[in-house]
Each structure stands twice: as structure tokens, then as C-alpha cells.
């Protein structure tokens, strides 16, 4: 006998997501997922945003890391409320462990929660946490072919930050073929050249995040 | 590793199904996943029969089919669909926006069991 299903591999994982989103949802915070690749700066990039946008609102962090604390320790020292989760070798978040570690945020304080996943463009574009948006973070030093390689991380992506724009001249890399390609791949995507290092182009993703939290108040 | 946590669901969702059915044995299962699901078939196909040795009688040589769904857009301009495949979400009729209609499933399709 053949019984249909249809049911997503995932269901479990995006049930909890839902909750999560719900609790987001009531607390009026604003709660976006940071993928990308080992080393693309996602951390830098985090630090430049908790900087630039603490006088102005109420922030949070989850820190998703293989092993170590580093990453939550230079969250901390911006005095940003900040939740590790080590996944021990795991190669994503997934939307129970941002549910454990929500028990340790206090929501009702806090008007953006930026949760870094672990570095990797497979799996965390598989996992829904509950997330309002998904940003990416490309370095330059990636190349542009990653939206072709990595399409459904681009592809659910809202916004892509591409960091480490200083580097640009030791690269053959250039600004407008990256672009094209992660628009080639998701068109409707705000593309945000930058640099966490020099500040080159921090203000304008500064400024359209700021408005996303606006509006999730 | 990560396809192994997802033979996992399957086999769960699956058994406990067949379970509440009275069934004994599942012969088939059908999954569909998408071109752009970041999963690779093989693993999740070597995943799923080493947890379904593991699960003694209900999965013994249960075969699994794995559907692709090609990664597909839609034109939000003029509606045309398009495959996405290598060349992206951007409409080739019209060069307007894309928006992905298929290509990241992650589904149980159906099973077979009596």
C-alpha cells in the first residue's frame, strides 16, 4: 500500500523555527541569521554592527561556533549581550539550538537579535531558525563565483554583505561582476559592498538594517 | 554527517508512520530533493540504509528513490518559468526578476508498506 506524505524532511526543525519566530514575533525583535563561509568576516562585520548600532537600539547576539568561545568573547567586550553555542563539530545551527540558547536572552529587552551561524554555505541555508531575514557575508578573497556553487544561500538570502573590499586590488575580483552574480541568483537582493576593516561602506548597511528593525517594532 | 541527521527524520517520520498503520515491513521510500538543497543524494542514500539496518525488521531492504526537482524560476514579470540551473533567476524571455519556484524540496514523497 502506498501512502503519500509530503512532509518536510525538516518538519521537527521548522516547528521549533515557527515557536522561535513567534517569541521574535511578541517581543517585537527583529531577528536575523548571518551566513557565510569560514573566514568571510562574519564576526568582524558583527562587531562593526553592534557598534554602529547600540546607541541606537537594544541588540543581542547568538554566537554559532564549532568549538571555542572566541567569537563570543569579542561580542562581550562591546558589552552586547551575547549566547554561545558551540554545535561541537556540527556544521550548522539548527532551530532547537537557538531555542536553547533564547533561554538565556532576554527578548523583552531587545530590539535586534543577530545570530551568527556557523561558517558555511551548505547546510545553514537548509535550516530555518526562525529568522526574519538571512543576510550572507562574501569576502572578496571568495571569489564571484560563489552564488553559482552556493545558490541556496544566496538564493534565500535578503541582504548580501560583501566584506573585506580593501583587499579588492590583491584580488582579480571585481565589485560589478559579483554583484551581477549574486543578482544573477536572487534579484531582488540588497547588495552591500564593504569593508569592517576601514569602515568603507559600513553606514549604508548600517542604515537599511536600521530600518529593518524600525519596522519590526 | 549532516545527510545522516536527515536519513534520521526520514526513518523517523517514516517508521513511526508505518507504525501507527499496523504495517510490518516498508518496501519503498520516495523523497523528492531539490537541485539547490545542498544535500548530496548518495550520502543521504548511505545514511539512510545504515540507520535502516539498524531499525531491524520494519526497514529490511526497504529501497529508498530519490526524486531531483530541478531548480526552477518564475518571472515576476511576465510569468514565464525557466530552469535556474546554472544560469540563475533572471528571466531569459524578458530579463526581469526571477523568483525560485522549485529546487530546494527536502520532502518525503511517499512510502510503501504493508
Request: net charge negative.
Amino acid at each position: 500500500m502506498e501512502v503519500k506524505v509530503v512532509e518536510r524532511i525538516l518538519k521537527v526543525n521548522d516547528a521549533v523555527a515557527q515557536a522561535n519566530r513567534s517569541r521574535f514575533d511578541a517581543a517585537g525583535v527583529l531577528a536575523v541569521n548571518i551566513i557565510g563561509s569560514p573566514g568571510a568576516g562574519k564576526t568582524t562585520v558583527l562587531e562593526r554592527t553592534v557598534e554602529g548600532l547600540k546607541g541606537r537600539f537594544a541588540l543581542a547576539c547568538i554566537e554559532g561556533d564549532p568549538y571555542t568561545t572566541r567569537d563570543a568573547e569579542r561580542i562581550a567586550a562591546l558589552d552586547c549581550p551575547v549566547v554561545q553555542i558551540n554545535t561541537q563539530g556540527g556544521c550548522h545551527l539548527d532551530a532547537s539550538l537557538v531555542s536553547q540558547a533564547l533561554e538565556q536572552v532576554d527578548l523583552g529587552a531587545a530590539d535586534l537579535l543577530l545570530i551568527e551561524n556557523v561558517g558555511n554555505l551548505l547546510c545553514p541555508s537548509q535550516y530555518d531558525l526562525g529568522e526574519h531575514l538571512t543576510v550572507v557575508v562574501l569576502s572578496v578573497t571568495e571569489g564571484a563565483d560563489k552564488p553559482e556553487k552556493y545558490p541556496a544561500a544566496f538564493q534565500r538570502a535578503r541582504a548580501v554583505i560583501v566584506s573585506k573590499i580593501d583587499a579588492l586590488a590583491l584580488t582579480d575580483v571585481d565589485l560589478d561582476d559579483v554583484s551581477a552574480s549574486i543578482r544573477r541568483f536572487n534579484p531582488q537582493a540588497e547588495v552591500f559592498p564593504l569593508s569592517a576593516r576601514t569602515g568603507e561602506g559600513v553606514e549604508a548597511w548600517l542604515q537599511w538594517l536600521a530600518k529593518q528593525v524600525r519596522a519590526a517594532r | 554527517m549532516h545527510e545522516l541527521g536527515l536519513a534520521e527524520n526520514v526513518i523517523a517520520a517514516v517508521g513511526s508512520d508505518a507504525r501507527r498503520r499496523g504495517f510490518t515491513r516498508v518496501s519503498r521510500v520516495t523523497l523528492r530533493v531539490g537541485e539547490w538543497s545542498a544535500v548530496l543524494p548518495d550520502s543521504l542514500e548511505a545514511g539512510f540504509h545504515l540507520l535502516a539496518s539498524l531499525e531491524g525488521d520494519l526497514f529490511a531492504g526497504t529501497e529508498l528513490r530519490i526524486e531531483r526537482e530541478p531548480a526552477r524560476g518564475i518571472c515576476t514579470a511576465c510569468g514565464s518559468t525557466f530552469p535556474a540551473g546554472r544560469t540563475g533567476l533572471v528571466c531569459p524571455a524578458c530579463g526581469g526578476p526571477g523568483r525560485l519556484e522549485s529546487g530546494v524540496e527536502l520532502e518525503i514523497a511517499s512510502y510503501e508498506g504493508e
